[in-house]
């Protein structure tokens, strides 16, 4: 028998904030959030929770892809994509205020040590255990909000390293009783708070929570085009901050990759 995804559940607790909400699950889809731009697209841009078992053509950021796992049928990671207008003033920070919320979701105690990588990762000793994907869509009716799609994919059982220059993490390796359905419930009810919170606030309410997760803070990172200084934390408005040689560089584009320097030695 599967096990129950508790739709009615997820629903009535996120109705105070969300009223409406849909909440979706399927056995298999390309891609939650390709699924979800395409209904906003075509005018449907209600809310709405859809939630895959299995995805084909899941994608991340810089459009690289990513694969749902299976484990004996059941799934062994959790994807899914939250849509629902939005009309925040500044959407700068919104991905760290949502690795926030996922990150305290799985780790309120910090015991777990789930981290934050600047702009859009959940990490654990320096491997990846998920990651966020933040897409907008513009609304056809000429409304000043758009509509908003936050990808989300998190490894819970084990997932395969090959062609990866970092084995991932997975949550099993700590909550070997974790299931997806499960962690679904933990995390949406206060996901849609704090989304809704960050488009009446902005990042400031969770630049501080950030930074208690902030995996590059104090380190040796290497941008994309190949500068390399050490991470200072990011600023109020969700930018990320590196001291240079040239002075501190604040980066502010998603499309900036960004990781730790290789240790030397």
Known sequence: MAAPWFEDDIAAAVAPLLPGLAVEVVDEIDSTSSEL??????????????????????????????????????????????????????????????????????????QL???LKWPNDL???????????IETA??????????LVIGIGINIGAREATGMSTPPAWLAQWRPDASAPQLLRE??????????LFGERGFVPFAERFAARDTLRGREVQLSDGTTGRCAGVGWGGELLVQTSAGVKTITSAEVSVRPAPSKG
């Open 187 to 196: 995390i949406i009810p206060p996901l849609v708070a704090h989304v809704l």
């Open 138 to 147: 513009l609304p056809q009716d000429g409304a000043a909000e758009r509509y």
């Open 123 to 133: 990490w654990v000793e320096d491997r990846k255990l998920g990651g966020i994907l």
């Open 37 to 110: 731009m395409r209904r906003a697209r075509e005018g449907r841009a209600l809310p709405v929770l859809l939630v895959a078992k299995r995805q084909t053509a899941g994608r991340g950021r810089m459009g690289r892809a990513w694969q749902s796992a299976q484990d004996a049928g059941e799934p062994a990671s959790l994807t899914f994509s939250l849509g629902l207008p939005l009309m925040p003033r500044d959407w700068s920070g919104l991905s760290l205020a949502v690795g926030v919320s996922v990150a305290e979701s799985l780790d309120p105690s910090h």
């Open 113 to 115: 040590r789930v981290a």
